[in-house]
């Protein structure tokens, strides 16, 4: 069974760049089956979808944050990662790496890790 | 703002059944499914695509749609049900995916 596990700094100063790493196990990123995606959700509030990578390494981006994210892959390492630039305190949230299907549902999370931005 | 809509909110007495919508244009055209998140826990997928149990998810989840609704049924509520629940689909532009605000499941 798939499992996902997101790393990176809990703490981020504004205006930084927000990097996180998901490390997939049980199953390759390069099985052209799934997406690999990033979700996130703020305290008390609901799930964000940021955006995905295919095995191909194409890539989609929910609009409102496009300019902001890049998530990219590292086959060798069997990880795909997360970069949000120009944060600010609204980017304060946990965060999720989650293996996506091509019907847009996600099926295995990580256990999320929560990124803090303050100076 | 999401481009699927729950209520906020919902109370189901034990045992009963509950029904919680997700409503959306993009529903009429792309599979809806349903996510269970306890407090601290990531979410579980519960229902994919429109009307598929992941293995280990009671047969009392049941999903369905109508028009632009989608619902998620819980026939005989347990305590463990308590939970938010999230619906996702995708866009309505088909492009990507988007998720409802989530419901609050409460089990009286």
């Known amino acids: 069974q798939v499992q996902l596990q997101e790393s990176g700094p809990g703490l981020v100063k504004p205006s930084q760049t927000l990097s996180l790493t998901c490390t997939v196990s049980?199953?390759?990123?390069?099985?052209?089956?799934?997406?690999w995606s990033w979700i996130r959700q703020p305290a008390g509030k609901g799930l964000q979808y940021l955006g995905r990578i295919y095995t191909s390494g194409s890539t989609h981006y929910d609009p409102s944050l496009k300019s902001r994210v890049t998530i990219s892959m590292d086959t060798s390492m069997n990880q795909f990662s997360l970069s949000l630039s120009s944060v600010t305190a609204a980017d304060t949230a946990m965060y999720y790496c989650?293996?996506?299907?091509?019907?847009?549902?996600?099926?295995?999370w990580g256990q999320g890790t929560l990124v803090t931005v303050s100076p | 703002s999401s481009e699927l809509t729950q209520d906020p909110a919902v109370s189901v007495a034990l045992g009963q059944t509950v029904r919680i919508t997700c409503q959306g244009d993009s529903v009429r055209t792309y599979y809806a499914s349903w996510y269970q998140q306890k407090p601290g826990q990531a979410p579980v997928v519960v229902i994919f695509a429109k009307n598929n149990r992941p293995s280990g998810i009671p047969d009392r989840f049941i999903g369905s749609t109508s028009g632009s609704t989608a619902y998620l049924t819980i026939t005989g509520a347990q305590a463990e049900d308590e939970a938010d629940y999230y619906c996702?689909?995708?866009?309505?532009?088909?492009?990507?995916?988007?998720f409802g605000g989530g419901t609050k499941l409460t089990v009286l």
């Open positions: 996702n689909s995708r866009d309505s532009s088909g492009n990507y995916a988007v």
């Open positions: 989650a293996r996506g299907s091509t019907s847009s549902w996600f099926g295995s």
């Open positions: 049980g199953g390759s990123i390069s099985s052209g089956l799934y997406y």
